[in-house]
């Protein structure tokens, strides 16, 4: 058997911390080869050093049976190998054609020859069903789009095997199974895939092999046809894992978040949320669902303040926080895992143990006349990253930057589940989280609700709305077009609500 | 005010605009190639020091001095730079400090240097600087032509040309595209293999050459000397002509001659019936208080390159 890559005793080290211990990865041509692991479990690593990022502190490296050095990214280009990393590397200034001909120009003599370059792109993207509109801005089209991009910008360089660095965590459902079509594709024209993720449907779906790793090591390598997802989960976590969430019944209290006739603009001026209204109970998980972009965001924003609602009321406990500051709302009791953890959930150049700090950094035990408190917040970091097996290099003292995005997401739910606010609004949990995580954020989410919490759960995942809410609302276009109970629906149902084919004829029925 | 009085305006105005619009300029390749240079007055002192003592002292041997201290002064302001492009490139220094640094330096170095080699505190004064011209054929255009080509100094078509040439450059050509995504994202310009190093230090010394001709123009039509006081803010009013301009070469044209016609307006004032009661002094922070003024309402609708004044880290997530 030739392999088209082989990666042999890659071994990387980083401040505190061993990457890649050992780990050995061969790659056959024409396959899609997945890469399984935990967040932190060092893929990343691994294909940065594949792509040139990283030099590996040991091993080999051959591609096409030729040992070769890859000093950096430049020569992996020249050896076929291109990357769509996890934050895409866009200008966003620039048009679609700019940011994939940069570097390699068509010319007219002195000119770029932008027609030429036009000309080749649409080209690519029709050879491999890739529609984008060249022309179009970077900062004006979607995430999905956006990757499409990265895509076109390794073809465009005539790579042969492309790596993805979890290209699914941005996109939507509708948005990946696109990209699984636009992948089988490329494997029929010849080309080699290395695919990092874990959500272990996705393999199931397209990979033919799977490698996994854990805490930097190899577990193995399996054929996907003949191991169950159980298996695989089990290789990446290291021990059962439960794929459903256990809880008990809800039991429902008073209503503590209280909507009326919120109407929320977005960023672009026009109404995203329209007169909406909902109730969240003590002891409840309500699952807000819906097709991104049909106003979870805005609402979100306007519960929490990022944003000002253009009219109606937000009541917590009866009282109206509609005008509340966003300290004073979280300080009456609201908890918001937000949506974009870079932007608004952590500061990136802070430490760890910084961002453990930020609601209540002013207030004993962390301050006392003004003076922070290093040794309890050290302390209450350790704590928090024990407790939530947040992994990093130097423990409290790692720049939050440095840390992966799942870590980062860890950290995040940490800090607030900590809080143990009175309503939780819940966005996005566990975005980019490998199963180990995910089951253990959702045991921690259900113990709040059974503490007498209420908790909104917006997600665009729907396994996750329908395991752990115990109602769910559907948002189409603004509006709550539906509330069902959770245990009488199913995917389908849902999923049509969501597109606004269906209503049932009577939401409140389900009500109670 | 007359039309007339516009018309006689226009000279000054124009003169004053030509090195504005060159220092501007420089700094547009520097920040869009991501670095922020703030050195500009510094360089363009530099500039200026240099094109004044090159003319003095060719002076007696070719009638062509002035040019040949021109070019003088674009070279010092090259070599200057490459203490900021160190300092910010290579040495990942803070972009402002370094300016800072520089602008501080310019002032000690240039006077430095005139007491070594005039003995006193400012270069000897020239007998002639850069002349004036009238443009043949093109200043029998009724109105444009006395505005535009009669008696002004060529430095302002120097400026005309050196837009033009940017705006090819900068979005036209692969280097341009380069370079202005080393100044919005520059990890995603090193992933594409583009040294990001190279282009950041293309944008600063050119900007360095453009501020050091800046100088010299202005020192060469302006003044009669090079002093300490020389260049008084012109550079800061070129970066404020850059954020005005929206970091666009005809933009900066645009904004370039508003602040030459705010400077000539102090020459003028006195006999503008509505303006004469005013100060004369007024008119002298004028062109400074324009540049708050415009700073301030523009600020937060232009934005300039998205990394400019970062420091450049290639493992940057
Ligand atoms: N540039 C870096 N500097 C320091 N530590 C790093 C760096 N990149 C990754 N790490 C650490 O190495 C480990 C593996 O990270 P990564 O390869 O990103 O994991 P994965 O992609 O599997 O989630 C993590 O603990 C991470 O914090
Ligand atoms: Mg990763």
């Excluded at chain 1, 996907?224 to 794929?243: L, N």
């Excluded at chain 1, 799942?406 to 995040?412: P, R, V």
């Excluded at chain 2, 370094?98 to 007998?127: D, W």
Aim: aromatic share 6%.
């Amino acid at each position: 058997m030739s392999y088209i890559v082989e990666m042999l005793h890659i071994t990387k080290d980083f401040p505190g911390i061993r990457a890649n211990d050992d780990i050995t990865l061969q790659i056959e041509e024409r396959s899609i080869h997945a890469l399984l692991g935990e967040n932190g479990a060092g893929k990343s690593t691994l294909m940065s050093i594949l792509f040139g990022l990283y030099q590996p502190d040991g091993g080999t490296i051959r591609v096409r049976g030729r040992e070769v050095k890859i000093s950096d990214p430049n020569v992996a280009t020249s050896l076929g190998i291109g990357m769509v990393h996890q934050h895409f590397k866009l200008v966003h200034n620039f048009t679609v054609t700019e940011n994939i001909v940069l570097g390699m120009e068509p010319r007219k003599g002195p000119i770029i020859d932008i027609r030429e370059a036009e000309k080749r792109v649409e080209e690519i993207s029709k050879l491999y069903g890739l529609a984008v509109d060249p022309r179009a801005r970077i900062e004006d089209i979607s995430v999905g789009m956006q990757q499409r991009v990265e895509i076109l910008k390794m073809l465009y360089r005539n790579a042969e095997i492309l790596i993805f660095d979890e290209p699914t965590a941005v996109l939507t459902p509708q948005e990946i199974h696109e990209l699984m079509q636009i992948m089988r594709k490329l494997v029929t024209e010849g080309k080699t895939i290395l695919l990092i993720t874990h959500k272990l449907k996705e393999i199931k779906e397209v990979a033919d092999v799977c490698t996994v790793l854990r805490r930097g090591k190899l577990i193995g390598t399996v054929p996907v046809s003949e191991t169950s997802e159980a298996r695989m989960a089990e290789m990446m976590v290291g021990r059962q894992v439960s794929f459903h969430v256990e809880k008990s019944p809800a039991r429902p209290g008073a209503t503590l978040l209280r909507i009326e006739h919120l109407n929320v603009k977005t960023a672009k001026g026009v109404l995203g949320v329209r007169d909406l209204s909902l109730e969240v109970r003590a002891g409840e998980v309500l699952g807000l669902c819906g097709i991104e972009g049909n106003g979870q965001t805005e609402l979100v924003q306007a519960i929490t303040g990022l944003t000002r609602p253009e009219s109606g009321r937000i009541l917590l406990r009866d009282r109206d926080i509609t005008h509340l500051s966003i300290k004073e709302r979280t300080d009456a009791g609201i908890g918001h895992i937000p949506e974009d953890r870079q932007k608004h959930g952590l500061v990136l150049d802070f430490t760890l143990g910084e961002n453990f700090i930020i609601h209540n950094y002013y207030e004993p035990p962390f301050a006392r006349y003004g003076i922070l408190n290093r040794k309890k917040i050290q302390e209450n970091a350790e704590r928090l990253i024990r407790e939530f097996d947040v992994r990093s290099g130097q423990g409290a003292l790692t720049a939050a930057r440095s840390m992966s995005g799942g870590n980062q997401q860890k950290a995040i739910v940490a800090r607030e589940i900590d809080r143990s606010p009175d309503v939780f609004i819940v966005a996005q949990p566990t975005r980019g989280l490998d199963v180990g995580a995910i089951e253990y954020i959702h045991k921690r989410i259900i113990e709040e609700r059974d503490k007498g919490k209420a908790i909104l759960l917006v997600s665009l995942e729907l396994d996750e709305i329908m395991d752990v809410s115990d109602r769910i609302a559907v948002i189409y276009n603004g509006s709550i077009v539906a509330i069902v109970d959770a245990a009488s629906t199913d995917e389908n149902q849902l999923g049509l609500m969501m597109s606004g084919a269906y209503r049932p004829a009577t939401a409140a029925a389900a009500q109670e | 005010m007359t039309f007339e009085m516009l018309l006689q305006m226009f000279p000054i105005a124009l003169m004053f605009a030509a090195p504005i619009i060159l220092t501007a300029l420089g700094g547009l390749f520097s920040e869009r190639s991501g670095i922020v240079n703030i050195a500009l007055e510094g360089i363009m002192m530099v500039g200026a020091f240099t094109g004044a003592t090159v003319t003095v002292l060719l002076e007696e041997s070719t009638p062509a001095a002035a040019w040949y201290g021109l070019l003088a002064g674009l070279a010092a302001g090259l070599v200057f730079s490459i203490l900021h492009a160190v300092a910010s490139i290579n040495l990942k220094a803070d972009q402002v400090i370094s300016g800072t640094a520089l602008n501080i330096l310019a002032g000690g170095l240039t006077v430095y240097l005139c007491q070594i080699i005039f003995h006193q505190q400012r270069t000897r004064a020239f007998s002639n600087g850069i002349q004036k011209m009238t443009v043949p054929l093109l200043s029998r255009i009724p109105v444009l032509g006395r505005m535009l080509f009669i008696e002004n100094y060529p430095t302002i078509y120097i400026a005309v040309a050196a837009v033009l040439l940017t705006w090819f450059v900068v979005y036209k050509t692969p280097l341009g595209l380069r370079m202005r995504a080393c100044g919005e994202h520059p990890q995603a310009a090193a992933s594409m293999g583009i040294n990001v190093y190279r282009m950041r230090y293309f944008g600063v010394l050119v900007s360095g050459a453009l501020g050091g001709l800046g100088g010299a123009v202005m020192v060469l039509t302006a003044d009669i000397q090079y002093t300490l006081v020389s260049i008084h803010g012109t550079g800061f009013i070129s970066l404020a002509s850059l954020v005005f301009g929206k970091w666009n070469p005809f933009g900066v044209l645009g904004a370039g001659l508003f602040f030459g016609f705010s400077t000539a307006l102090s020459f003028y004032a006195k006999d503008i019936p509505l303006l004469a009661s005013l100060p004369g002094e007024f008119f002298y922070i004028l062109p400074y208080l324009l540049t708050i003024v415009a700073l301030v309402a523009f600020a937060g609708k232009s934005v300039g390159p998205k990394a400019a004044g970062e420091i450049y880290d290639s493992g940057k997530r």
